[in-house]
């Protein structure tokens, strides 16, 4: 079919309801740039105005406190050695926190997930259920429970797992239920046919199919949540958070600790940073194969 | 040995199979044609209980299969084994595997999820490759097979169940006339050799004809044919398929001679 | 040199609204004092204000005497003591004060040996500095985890500190009070007081095992570089509060009070001496 | 290909020694995990945890999020009887009136509580708790505390010394020290949380609100009960707002700004747009750098600069993101096709057109789906980093549960802020499908 | 007016245009065909400027193109439009917007950052489209168009820059028969109609010789073959793909009427 021989609109109907889109268009990308910039420029004034500095009084003192920690830090800079040893411990609590959080988690979400996931759901009709669990332990910030769990349950690691494991399961079993989407439910067919049960379904049919995304998923997780296992620790969840912040209160005589904990904390992150993306990538190539 | 009786699958207001009713009472290959919506892939997903059914009853060897829930459901699914048009194999996973899936209402949850299958299935899954002709392909991820292929581990997984009855669900409209051969072959094999009863849902006329003993062909939920396959006359195929006197078997027959001869009159 | 608003940082254990609610009389006095629109913020610990005051960023807060000492050792000139909150006596000091749960059967800090030890905020005066001194110069014993004590760490506020004890996730505490009154009550005025009247503790299932000497209250500051008239007017303000409205001044003062009385750099000096001497070890 | 030269035991070992590893892997993989978390076990001390665990304050919580008490204490030295609910100032009937269930006459103050329980302030320092079943129980101050109960041994539920007494039942409670007299009276909900006593709308029906006469002579009803309720003094239900307000703004700005910033470094950091190998690895470095050094550490370097307030949360977020989504911007960049850049390119566009058309609408869609979930999820972080700051509901929340007392808010802020995060998570989703599948430009 | 002088581009030790010297005097259609690799697209993208020649010069009216930098550069390829084999449209970007995308040297960049284009040049865009048969997909995006209407777009977007010279590299080679033609025919029809010079990578012969006024042949980087259409034979054609005597032109071809010729042979 060739649209030479089309008829058409006569060419000067078609000139003008384009320029008619055109101008639509230009409107209503001129009103979206200029709600944005609206939004951005009164944003930022009512956020300078209830600051207690400006940002433009404060800007010139932007490296002052990094200067006063990196210097007091220089200056012992034969301790440090002794420091990062000295809080090793606090770091290994805190990678452990995030790591029993994601493995709980990603084993929570997962549940979550299949549960959740239209044709492969153990109960149908509870589907709507599973995902509004999903939606709230999602919505949850982890310093939300891991505080009301300090109370109930008393300081230490498990509050701050608690936390972020359930926090992960929302988030996850999101993820996790995306990808069932995504997976072929043939297999799954194929194993009732034979008369296999749920869990075998699940675990034979799906999770072959899912595993490598699942992975990457969690890693990346993993990353994050070292990050809020640390943040907690600053709350009082212990761990090499609580550490910084009670060296960064205490000020200088204590920034080469901070210094430290700071040091032993990005080092980590980078590191676990850079061995999950190449993990990833590995896993993603072989995703698609 | 089965016996259905007024068998009915409704979807909504629309009734895919129909008050269907027939009885087989010796092992026997059979063949159920129609054309595309007729409710043939619904019939045998009933039969293996895939899907419940409506209204009436599937008993074998005169035990209701109709409304069996939980384990004794999965048991009778173990006893009647299923072959899909697309294999439904875990493709990620290695062709042993997926034969001895075929054992999984044997055994425990638990030894399947550590991959606990007992030495004597495993070498059992190797013979039946073996017989079909596909043991060298053993440790190879399913996906990398071709379709003929796959569809012989399909058949492997369903022989593995040691089934009585083996429901076929278009074992052949996937694949190229030479592997669909190859696949017909097998289960007509199969159901001399070990004497099981072999339900194969088939899309062309000659395949039927060719390896059924008895045809049953159904048109929108009903069986308007049962018979032999010498009884499926050109006359009674344009029934079934509610064609006009256009209709020629060529146009789908996948017998490769059948091909050859159908290009020449495309092109021609 | 003109301001165009002044900013005061509010601290105490209480929810930050509380904190709005208590100093909002306040900020409208200043407001019709100086005529520029005051501005509450309620950092979330001592270090907050500090760094305000190092920044420049608050003008007015009531510091802790060791915050004080903190901002004083970083910054001379960033901030000068203008007022005292008084206790109703006229006094102007309070204790830290030790305590463990009665059933634990430790009465003193000798039973410590072994035991968890909780300081509140590491900038606290009676939570961390002086008891942190006071204790180890007394009981010839160090501070560090594992020596004397099993363990020594911080829970992060009076107020943690006085639950963590009471549900023993702690062997014992420091936190403060004004030493007047009974125990049964938490004594008149503290963090102890307010988790009694909060129902939070039964003092029945607490007992003292430590009190320090007194320690100075922390001094309203007034950031320096302000210009002079400012500062003029503010702290004839804070000093005047309690004539002008009582029930300002108890506001302000988070409690019973007698006004705000002048206080300069000198009376902190001890303290300041005291916070050196742990920063250089 | 069939190897003829194999046997089918051959094949039948192979399969075995097959099975051999992936059962290997099969059991090895959850017995590492098992033995992982039998470590964390022991190392995190979950046995202790049943020690520490206080159900009696996950009851207090529990109680306190959907109940409030009602303090009526007598000051033992004046004589002096205050009613307050939760003890608090603005919440304090005035003098001389009394909600229903407390009868002054005179010295004489009559308690009801529930389920038939009650408890009598009489003159000379006395209070008596009538309990239904265990019987009365009196207390007098002599001037220590002295209690006479009706048996020999001392319930659990009562916790006596000669300095203080506590009383606690299902009912309510009756503390009695030398300084006062004390009884809770529990009820369900959250107290004055529309009004507090001392506004005429108090206790009015929202019908009458509606239709009913005015109330207040100066306001209309609608008007007056606005500002009453958004002022309300216990509630602070307006500054609750503006903290909610503060933390989206937190994370819209620091989003923004991240993705601002961001964009043109990604050009720099990307293979295909920087061929100059050390300006694309100090970029990279940066936004590692950045992107290592969580928001909460810059929140606490930037204090220092800014003070207090939800800029500096801003600035944090911005910073750590312009790490974050300038990562995945270059990737995005590297992965785009050459092919519409050299498009149009071969028209003789400038470099900023070509920018502009071969390159911005082929990331556009990646771009942006990942600044609305940036924005969604540091609506999160910004709750957090509030917290440190000093802005935002964040802060609300981390000091009312220092407190460990106001229980009945920490709800309410949960609640809201878990309303907060699904409503970002709702809009970043609707803007997300509206953008990315209407117009690429 | 076109004057290549010993063009040269080395990748590496690899010359993929070697040596490369002729003239082309007046407007005229010109087809270069060689097989996959001999470097005809390298040596248009060198024309265009979108490749740096290692050696030579190319020279256009005169003037030395060759070594334009900047918006000298930019301006040389405003002149000389190119169309490419995949088209290189921005698929995400409307029919109309990518027409305009020609207009970018003209107009100042600020404009156009926020698509301001003149109502004018919108109109002239639609005109060509018109033109070309495909104003009706004006609003649509680019991604939405077939594989042919998507070339018209690419060459209504060379139209628009209004240029002396219009390259296109294999134009057709993504195209099916029936687009071949329209492409080929629209290409034809401008060089006639406009009198712009066109000159066209092009993979078959058959094309080669319908529409073009002279054909050059490539080989590995050198120009093999200069002349007209008639003197291409098959004999030469042999020289320049380097095949033996068993090649058959028709295995190449992508005249409709070959094809249809060709299918018989095949099926025959
Ligand atoms: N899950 C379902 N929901 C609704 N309708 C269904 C469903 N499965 C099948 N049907 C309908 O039932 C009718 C019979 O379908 P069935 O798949 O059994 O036909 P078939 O004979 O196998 O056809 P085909 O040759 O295309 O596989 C069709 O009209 C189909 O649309
Ligand atoms: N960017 C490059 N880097 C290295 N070698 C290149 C590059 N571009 C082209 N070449 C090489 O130059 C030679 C000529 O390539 P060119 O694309 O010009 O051939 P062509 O005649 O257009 O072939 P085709 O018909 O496949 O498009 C080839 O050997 C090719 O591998
Ligand atoms: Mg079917
Ligand atoms: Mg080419």
Not at chain 1, 30 to 46: D, Q, T
Not at chain 2, 19 to 36: P, R
Not at chain 4, 363 to 382: D, G
Request: with cysteine.
């Amino acid at each position: 079919m060739t649209d030479m021989t089309q008829g058409g609109a006569p060419l000067a109907a078609t000139q003008d309801s384009y320029m008619a889109m055109v101008r639509q268009k230009r409107l209503y990308s001129g009103i979206a740039i200029l709600v944005f910039v609206v939004l951005l420029v009164s944003g930022f004034r009512v956020a300078n105005d209830r600051n207690a500095g400006g940002f433009f009084d404060g800007i010139h003192r932007i490296f002052d406190f990094p200067a006063d920690v990196v210097g007091e830090a220089w200056e012992k800079r034969a301790d440090l050695a002794g420091l990062l040893w000295k809080y090793l411990p606090d770091l290994i609590e805190t990678l452990n926190i995030a790591a029993v959080a994601t493995l709980l988690g990603a084993a929570l979400g997962l549940v979550l997930s299949l549960l959740s996931t239209r044709g492969m759901a153990r109960w149908p009709v509870l589907i709507p259920l599973f995902r509004r669990i999903m939606d709230v332990t999602r919505a949850l910030p982890e310093i939300v429970v891991a505080l009301v769990l300090i109370y109930m349950l008393g300081g230490g690691p498990i509050p701050a797992m608690i936390a972020i494991a359930l926090h992960t399961a929302g988030a996850l079993g999101k993820l996790y239920s995306e990808v069932n989407e995504n997976a072929d439910l043939k297999p799954v067919d194929g194993l009732t046919s034979v008369g296999a049960t749920w869990s075998q379904k699940m675990l034979l049919g799906v999770m072959p199919q899912v595993a490598p995304n699942y992975l990457s998923y969690g890693l990346l997780r993993f990353e994050i949540n070292i990050r809020a296992s640390a943040i907690l620790g600053f709350v009082g969840a212990g761990g090499i958070g609580y550490e910084l912040r009670n060296s960064m209160a205490w000020g200088p005589g204590r920034f080469d600790e901070a210094a430290a904990i700071f040091i032993l904390l990005f080092v980590t992150i980078v590191v676990v940073d850079q061995l999950s993306s190449s993990l990833r990538n590995r896993l993603s190539e072989g995703a698609k194969q | 040995m089965l016996r259905i009786e007024q068998l009915t699958k409704r979807f909504g207001a629309n009734a895919a199979v129909d008050n269907v009713s027939f009885t087989i009472d010796k092992t026997a290959m059979i063949g159920v044609i129609g054309a595309s919506g007729a409710g043939k892939s619904t019939l045998l997903r009933m039969i293996n209980r895939l899907a419940d059914a409506s209204e009436g009853t599937i008993a074998f060897q005169g035990r209701d299969v109709t409304r069996l829930t939980g384990s004794a459901r999965r048991k009778w699914q173990s006893e009647c084994a299923m072959i899909f048009q697309q294999f439904n194999l875990v493709p990620r996973m290695d062709v042993v595997s997926n034969v001895l899936h075929g054992t999984l209402n044997r055994r425990s949850t638990f030894s399947t999820l550590f991959n606990l299958y007992p030495t004597e299935d495993i070498h059992t899954a190797i013979e039946i490759l073996d017989r079909l002709g596909i043991a060298d392909h053993a440790p190879k991820r399913a996906e990398a097979l071709s379709g003929g292929q796959q569809q012989r581990v399909a058949i492997a997984r369903a022989l593995m169940q040691d089934p009585q009855i083996i429901l076929a669900d278009e074992p052949i409209a996937s694949l190229d006339p030479m592997n669909a051969q190859i696949v017909m072959d097998a289960l007509r094999r199969i159901h001399e050799e070990d004497g099981r009863m072999v339900i194969a849902n088939l899309h062309t006329l000659d395949t039927a004809r060719r390896y059924c003993d008895r045809v049953i062909g159904m048109r929108m939920g009903r069986v308007v044919f049962d018979g032999t396959p010498d009884q499926l006359t050109t006359g009674v195929a344009r029934d079934i398929y509610g064609a006009g006197a256009e209709f020629s078997e060529a146009a789908t027959s996948t017998d490769i001679n059948a091909l050859a001869e159908a290009r020449h009159a495309v092109t021609a | 040199q003109e301001i165009t608003e002044f900013r005061i940082g509010i601290l105490g254990g209480d929810n930050v609204q509380s904190r709005l609610n208590n100093y909002q009389c306040f900020a409208d006095y200043i407001a019709e004092e100086l005529n520029v629109e005051v501005k509450l913020f309620t950092p979330a610990d001592y270090n907050g204000v500090i760094q305000g005051f190092l920044g420049g960023t608050l003008d007015l807060a009531w510091f802790g005497a060791s915050s004080y000492a903190a901002l004083h050792l970083q910054d001379p000139s960033a901030g000068e003591p203008i007022a005292v909150k008084t206790n109703l006596d006229g006094s102007y000091s309070y204790h830290s004060i030790g305590f463990a749960r009665k059933d634990s059967g430790i009465t003193s800090v000798e039973g410590l040996e072994g035991k968890v030890f909780g300081f509140g905020d590491p900038n606290s005066t009676s939570g961390y500095l002086i008891p942190s001194v006071e204790i180890p110069a007394q009981y010839d014993v160090t501070m560090e985890s594992g020596d004397f004590f099993g363990e020594v760490k911080f829970t992060g506020g009076h107020e943690q500190t006085i639950v963590a004890v009471y549900n023993g996730d702690i062997d014992a505490g420091v936190t403060w009070a004004d030493g007047l009154g009974n125990w049964e009550d938490g004594y008149n005025s503290g963090a102890l007081r307010r988790a009694v009247d909060n129902g939070l503790v039964d003092m029945n299932e607490l007992v003292q095992i430590w009190q320090s000497k007194p320690i100075p209250e922390g001094p309203v500051t007034i950031r320096e570089a302000l210009p002079a008239d400012v500062k003029e007017k503010v702290t004839a303000l804070v000093l005047g509060l309690y004539e002008k409205d009582q029930e300002c001044a108890y506001n302000v003062a988070f409690g019973e009070t007698a006004g705000f009385f002048p206080i300069t750099h000198e009376a902190y000096e001890t303290i300041i001496e005291v916070r050196k001497k742990k920063i250089d070890g | 290909m069939t190897d003829a030269s194999l046997s089918m035991i051959d094949r039948q070992q192979a399969a075995q020694a097959l099975f051999k590893r992936k059962r290997l892997i099969s059991v090895a993989v959850p017995a590492v995990i098992l033995l992982y978390l039998t470590y964390i076990f022991f190392a995190f001390d979950v046995m202790g945890l049943a020690e520490r665990a206080r159900l009696d304050n996950a009851m207090t919580l529990i109680r306190d999020t959907y109940s409030y008490k009602t303090h009526v204490t007598r000051a033992n030295r004046s004589g002096e009887v205050t009613i307050a609910k939760e003890g608090e100032r603005p919440a304090t009937w005035p003098e001389g009136q009394s909600p229903d269930w407390v009868a002054i006459d005179g010295e004489t103050v009559t308690i009801d509580l529930p389920r038939g329980h009650s408890v009598l302030f009489l003159p000379d320092q006395t209070a008596v708790y009538r309990h239904p079943e265990f019987g009365d129980i009196t207390a007098k101050l002599d001037p220590s505390v002295t209690i006479d109960i009706p048996e020999d041994a001392l319930p659990e539920w009562i916790s006596y010394s000669r300095t203080r007494l506590d009383i606690r039942t299902e009912a309510g409670r009756l503390t009695m020290t030398r300084a006062k007299t004390e009884v809770f009276r529990y009820f369900f909900g959250w107290e004055l949380f529309w009004y507090t006593l001392d506004s005429p709308y108090h206790g009015t029906p929202v019908w009458t609100l509606l239709f009913g006469p005015q109330i207040d002579a100066d306001r209309s009803n609608i008007a007056g009960a606005w500002q009453d309720f958004w002022a309300n003094p216990l509630w602070h239900h307006g500054k609750v707002a503006w903290a909610i307000g503060e933390t989206i703004l937190m994370a819209f700005l620091g989003t923004m700004g991240a993705a601002l910033v961001a964009l043109p470094l990604a050009f720099l950091a990307a293979r295909s747009f920087t061929p100059v190998v050390v300006v694309r690895q100090l970029v990279r470095r940066v936004f590692d750098f950045v992107r290592g050094v969580d928001a909460l550490i810059f929140t606490i370097l930037l204090s220092r600069a800014f003070g207090p307030g939800p800029l500096t949360g801003a600035l944090a977020i911005l910073l750590t993101d312009t790490g974050s989504l300038g990562k995945l911007f270059s990737e995005a960049l590297e992965n785009v096709d050459q092919k519409q850049i050299e498009g149009v390119s071969s028209t003789g566009a400038k470099p900023l057109q070509r920018y502009r058309f071969g390159v911005i609408p082929q990331i556009t869609p990646v771009l942006l789906s990942q600044v609305l979930y940036f924005l969604e999820s540091n609506t999160r972080s910004a709750t957090i980093i509030g917290a440190i700051t000093g802005g935002g509901i964040g802060l609300m929340l981390t000091q009312a549960i220092i407190t460990q007392k106001d229980w009945e808010e920490v709800s309410y802020y949960i609640v809201l802020i878990v309303l907060m995060v699904i409503f970002m998570d709702w809009l970043s989703g609707i803007l997300r499908r509206r953008l990315i599948k209407g117009g690429g430009h």
